[in-house]
């Protein structure tokens, strides 16, 4: 198994940036599709974005396409998400996700603790 860790969330200003990170303690992070989704009070987890094992292929939820970046540093054990041009409907806990799959699922396997991110207007 893997352990997942986020860190970096907080409260922001609309229009601002944060950079999300998950640190990883399992063996063989480079071979986990990782990814990250979301849940804002009294709504549904939703998806993010996802990094494909190997390759680091990327996609994201329409939502956050062009303003969010995720990423991964296989050598520190670490995925990343940089949010850019933040709104107040992105005020959510973040979570951290992975499967030992080339492409994360709609289910994963593993799953952070979150962090909590606010955006304030």
């Known amino acids: 198994q893997v352990q997942l860790v986020e860190s970096g969330g907080g409260l922001v200003q609309a229009g601002g940036s944060l950079r999300l990170s998950c640190a990883a303690s399992g063996r063989s992070f480079g071979s986990y599709a990782m990814g990250w989704f979301r849940q804002a009070p009294g709504k549904e987890r939703e998806f993010v974005a996802r990094?494909?094992?190997?390759?680091?292929?990327?996609y994201y939820a329409d939502s956050v396409k062009g303003r969010f970046t995720i990423s991964r540093d296989n050598a520190k054990n670490t995925m990343y998400l940089q949010m850019g041009s933040l709104k107040p409907e992105d005020t959510a806990i973040y979570y951290c996700?992975?499967?030992?799959?080339?492409?994360?699922?709609?289910?994963?396997?593993?799953w952070g603790r979150g962090t909590q991110v606010t955006v304030s207007s």
């Open positions: 990094i494909s094992r190997y390759s680091s292929s990327t």
């Open positions: 996700a992975a499967d030992q799959s080339v492409i994360l699922t709609s289910q994963p396997s593993y």
